[in-house]
C-alpha cells in the first residue's frame, strides 16, 4: 500500500516540511557526490553505529539515505502525512517533534541492537513518529491508497486508522522475527520505525495546537 494523500484540508503551505525534505534532498545529493571509495566512511561517519555510538549520529543518521529509492519513500510518506501534523502544531513545533522522533526511534534502534556494527541510517524513523502522531488526531480521515492486487493496480480511500495500524503491525512483525537472525537482518530498522511511531502517539499531546482542525474533505 503506498499513500497518495489523505483527505484532509490543510490550511497553508507546509514550509517545515518542505524544508526538511530539501534538506534531506540536499544531504542525499552531496552523499552520492562523494567519491565510492570514499562514500563509505563518509556514512560510517554520519550513521549510528550501535556498537560505536556517538551522540551526533543520532541526529545526522536521520538525514542519511542509502539509494534514490530510499529516500524517495521517506520523502513521499513525510509529504502525505508530515504537511497535515504541520498543520496541526505549526513549524517550529514540527521540527521539534519530527527531531525528537527521529532521535527516539535512533535509540530503540541502538537499544536492540546493541553492540552491532552494522550502520543504519534514514527518517524512516523520525517519519514513522509523524504517522503515529496522524493516527493519534486523525484516525477516522481517509487515506487515497495505492494497491497493488496481483497484476492489477488501483486505488481505495481507506481509513487513517486502519492503514497506519496495519503498516505499524508489520514494523513490528518483522522486527521481532529479524532478531532470530540478527546478525544479518538489519536492512530494514524495524525497531526504529516502532519506536518513532510509540514516540509520535506519545508526543503528540504534547506539540498540537490546543484548537487543531479537524476539517475533512
Not at 524544508?19 to 570514499?38: D, G, K
Not at 541510517?121 to 477516522?140: E, H, Q, T
Request: positive net charge.
Amino acid at each position: 500500500m503506498i499513500p497518495l494523500r489523505a483527505l484532509l484540508y490543510r490550511r497553508g503551505t507546509p514550509v517545515m516540511t518542505l524544508l526538511i525534505i530539501t534538506v534531506n534532498v540536499l544531504c542525499f545529493l552531496f552523499e552520492m557526490a562523494q567519491p565510492f571509495y570514499l562514500r563509505e566512511s563518509f556514512i560510517a561517519r554520519y550513521a549510528l553505529i550501535p556498537d560505536q555510538p556517538h551522540a551526533l549520529t543520532f541526529i545526522s543518521s536521520m538525514f542519511l539515505h542509502g539509494s534514490l529509492l530510499h529516500i524517495l519513500g521517506n520523502m513521499w510518506f513525510l509529504w502525505v502525512f508530515g504537511s497535515h501534523i504541520e498543520d496541526a502544531m505549526g513549524p517550529a513545533k514540527f521540527l521539534l517533534f519530527y527531531l525528537i522522533s527521529g532521535i527516539a526511534s535512533a535509540f530503540v534502534q541502538f537499544i536492540v541492537y546493541f553492540g552491532s556494527p552494522i550502520p543504519t541510517i534514514g527518517a524512516s524513523g523520525a517519519i514513522a513518529g509523524v504517522m503515529g502522531a496522524f493516527l493519534v488526531l486523525y484516525p477516522r480521515v481517509r487515506v487515497v491508497t495505492l494497491i497493488f492486487v496481483v497484476i492489477f493496480v488501483t486505488t481505495v480511500d481507506i481509513p487513517a486508522a486502519f492503514m497506519l495500524i496495519y503498516w505499524f503491525a508489520i514494523q513490528l512483525l518483522s522486527g521481532l522475527g529479524s532478531l532470530a537472525s540478527i546478525s544479518n537482518a538489519q536492512g530494514i530498522a524495524w525497531f526504529a520505525h516502532v519506536g518513532g511511531f510509540l514516540a509520535g502517539i506519545l508526543l503528540i499531546r504534547l506539540f498540537r495546537e490546543k484548537r487543531a482542525r479537524y476539517q475533512y474533505r
